[in-house]
């Protein structure tokens, strides 16, 4: 059934509101997505601490679980104690491998599992997980099944409206998934595969699961193309989703997370540097100085462009080794203001 957009719906509530996934309650409707490569415990703890009802974690191989890879275990695993409703989110093609991983992520504490059948890199594809499971929606029902049973947790699955621009199975694996594997919430990306995170997402696709799973007590919860507040207040009320999940609009950002939840948003010079400071000291205990070193030159464009630096200064911050060098050019970027925002 098509609907033509209109006005919300009166029964829509508010993003401050709580919602129950399963018997969680997460208490409010703005959640951080899952982000590889970013989403550890101190970047959800970053969304957290500015007001995010529920984050989940970057995309963890359930192979690698069950094969007790030791820094996946340590590092990606690792949950803090401050940071509310946490997911963990696997990816993986085996039941059996899905069962074990499922277990073991269960053991750091999260709330929530959440299942990746979304996502369109090769490397994942070509083991069958990702968005791979569309196209075998058999196989998906038994990986769900298997890490609910493995887990003993609640498990949601985050997937794309399909492979190719038209394609539609996504909203059909979303029903078999909540109809045969008891899926306790469907985050959902309307966008196909093949267009990785580039055009316009469908929200109409959004409005049409939240019609489908009316009444099963399911929510849907709507991902992409979310960068701005305004963009998801506005997403939030054409879809009539259950709630929003806000990935790349909180790299640098995380007052996204405040805005949406009705604090005020405070993003001036002096706090976007206290924020990147908080970043390097919860870096340098997670990986230790040197890799945080490293591993933070891809978090520093996120928020040097909100300060307004560029070019060749942000290009230094690229040539660091070191967190005290990254602090010192932080200070004089403050001592020295350039650009219209400092
Ligand atoms: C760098 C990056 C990493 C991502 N990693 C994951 C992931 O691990 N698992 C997942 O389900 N989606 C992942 N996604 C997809 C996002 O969660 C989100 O669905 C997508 O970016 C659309 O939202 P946006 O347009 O608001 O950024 C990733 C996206 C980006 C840009």
């Avoid at 490397?123 to 929606?137: E, F, N, Q, S």
């Avoid at 929003?244 to 909180?250: D, E, K, N, S, Y």
């Avoid at 040097?304 to 911050?317: M, N, P, T, V, Y």
Wanted: with cysteine; proline share 8%; aromatic share 4%.
């Amino acid at each position: 059934m098509r609907h033509t957009p209109g006005p919300p719906p009166v029964t829509q509530p508010p993003l401050t509101s709580p919602f129950r996934i399963a018997d969680v309650e997460v208490p409010n409707r703005v959640l951080l997505a899952p982000l590889a490569g970013i989403g550890n415990w101190f970047v959800r703890l970053q969304a957290r601490r500015h007001g995010a009802g529920m984050a989940v974690s970057e995309m963890v191989s359930s192979f690698a679980l069950a094969h007790r890879n030791r820094r996946t275990l340590e590092e990606m695993l690792r949950v803090h104690p401050d940071e509310g409703v946490v997911s963990i989110q696997l990816f993986g093609s085996d039941p059996d491998v899905m069962r074990v991983a499922a277990a073991t992520a269960a053991e750091a504490g999260p709330a929530l599992l959440d299942l990746n059948m979304g996502c369109p890199v090769p490397k994942i594809v070509k083991t069958g997980a990702g968005v791979a499971l569309l196209r075998d929606p058999d196989l998906a029902v038994a990986v769900a099944s298997a890490a609910a049973e493995g887990s003993g947790l609640p498990v949601t699955v985050k997937l794309r409206s399909g492979i190719e621009p038209g394609d539609r199975s996504g909203l059909a694996l979303a029903r078999r998934l909540v109809a045969d594997a008891g899926v306790a919430a469907i985050a959902f990306h309307p966008r196909a595969a093949r267009r990785q995170h580039a055009g316009a997402p469908d929200y109409e696709l959004v409005r049409e699961l939240v019609d489908a799973l009316d009444g099963s007590g399911v929510p849907v919860i709507l991902s992409g193309g979310l960068r701005s507040a305004e963009l998801a207040r506005r997403a939030y009320r054409e879809s009539g989703a259950d709630a929003v999940m806000i990935a790349r609009g909180a790299l640098g950002d995380p007052w996204i997370f405040s805005e949406l939840t009705g604090r005020a948003p405070r993003r001036e010079p002096a706090r976007v540097v206290a924020e990147l400071d908080w970043v390097l000291d919860r870096a340098s205990e997670h990986w230790g100085p040197e890799r945080a070193a490293r591993n933070l030159r891809k978090f520093y464009p996120w928020y040097l462009e909100r300060l307004g630096i560029s070019g060749s200064r942000a290009d230094r911050f690229q040539r660091t080794e070191r967190l005290e060098d990254v602090r010192e050019l932080l200070a004089e970027a403050v001592r020295a203001p350039v650009g219209a925002s400092l």
